[in-house]
């Protein structure tokens, strides 16, 4: 029998502290605004929160570029606000996971300020410095947001490696004072309470010590940094490491996000010997799109198919069963919505069509994520004006694809924003129909999104019938049956291209779920539930069909093997 754990069991729900609920009206979420909105969560009944960072920053990738991971980011509020969340929390039995992002520090962290001052200084190898190669930049590499990934440092006339923006330095794992301080850092967290960590970038902590060029990308000007950056000759060495050294000491659920991972590499990252995490997010059924049909970069105007996505997912199921744990998600706060990205945000289908995916995903094996407003069929933005972007990605790419290298017009960068930016997840969570969606009493530091008034939680609440409901619906069946949790996952009707289908086995207890999605607006041809006796777990539609799945039908179905 599978080894159980309170992780396997869980559902996640994500907070992006900036944009959940301003509580003193200044446009910026805080932390005395999620303390508020925990009733919401109970209700929803997820089991813990990954929190964005709530570090000090500046800001420069909103948090994720931390100055010191020992303080409270001063407009989410102070550690007096933390801890008093973090004991409601657990007061109302939900857990906290932090995320944690040490790949790099900002470049205003104490640690940096001292490296770049002289070559001698004893924090120079926190960072990784290499001097110039004919004048120019140590090799090819371009960083994750546009432009070199390496920035020259005026005081020494050396460069210092930022896989992201330029105001955050890679740490320089190899050094092993940065791992006592990283890891002292974490045990101090975890002495506080907190029940785990969401590790940033994980997968890219051990870098190729050689730095080659990589290979010239689209663009012709940059390489790419990725073979030599990503699952890096130590990673797992260090996360081995920083097992024994504070995981193995306490009950966390951890889980590494993980770029450029493998399904060979998840089975390390993850195994089930418990040696270094318990899960990895994996980028595949994210990333396939982007490649095939980019305009540029990451921006791209295509949809993705059921099939690829399914192809993708069902690998991830097949290959990972006993050897390692499947983390579950379709959006986060680096991706577009879900439901535009993969449903249909059309005001007809949205419901139905966010049901259903949540059903596909949910009924999968692993830890599912939920990402805030999901839970509402939160939509896709539509940016008229690059002045509408805040997020440094978007900025970083216009400003060198449009107006530098002039490869693509405004329109069509505009349109990729609308489709696959990252603001799309960061508009302010859609509380009720009062201005500002009751975000703020202020001025939202990023617009709201126009369809407030249609999408909210409090209209959510009222209506039994709402995506809100039909979560609090899947959860609450995930913690009711192991066969959702442990089931083996046999994939059902892999020729179709429009219908998602699989099952799930638990032959300690004879279950078996039936599973399937229509994917499409069209009525679709599926059979397997036809003369099948069983119990009807969950589906968006009231009235079924024999033989038929109707336009974004989802149905689960309960029964006993034979
Ligand atoms: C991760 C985060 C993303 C951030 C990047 C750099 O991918 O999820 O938001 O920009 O790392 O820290
Ligand atoms: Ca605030």
Known sequence: MEKRAWWKEAVIYQIYPRSFMDSNG?????????????PYLEQLGIDVIWLSPVYQSPNDDNGYDISDYRDIMTEFGTMADFDRMLEEAHERGIRIVMDLVVNHTSDEHAWFIESRKSKENPYRDYYIWKEPKDGKEPNNWESSFSGPAWE??????????HCFSKKQPDLNWENPKVRDEVFDMMTWWCEKGIDGFRMDVISMISKVQSFPDGELKKDGVFGDMSPYVCNGPRVHEYLQEMNRRVLSHYDLLTVGEAAG???????KYANTDGTELNMVFQFEHMDALQQSESVVGKWTLAKPKMETVREILNRWQIRLEGNAWNS????NHDQPRAVSRFGNDDPQWRALSAKMLATCLHMMKGTPYIYQGEELGMTNMHFTDISDCRDIEELNAYHQYVEEFKMVSAETMLACFDNVARDNARTPMQWDGSENAGFTGGTPWIAVNPNYKEINAEAALKDPESIFHYYQKLIRLRHENPVIVYGIFKPLMEESKTVYAYERILAEEGKKLIVACNWTMEKQPCALFDNVEGEELISNYKEHIPGMLQPYEARVMLKFSE
């Open 26 to 38: 200044d446009g910026v979420g805080d932390l005395e605004g999620i303390r508020q909105k925990l």
């Open 152 to 161: 020259l440092d005026e005081a020494t006339g050396m460069y210092y490696l």
């Open 261 to 267: 991972v493998t399904i060979d590499e998840a089975k």
């Open 328 to 331: 579950l998600y379709l959006d």
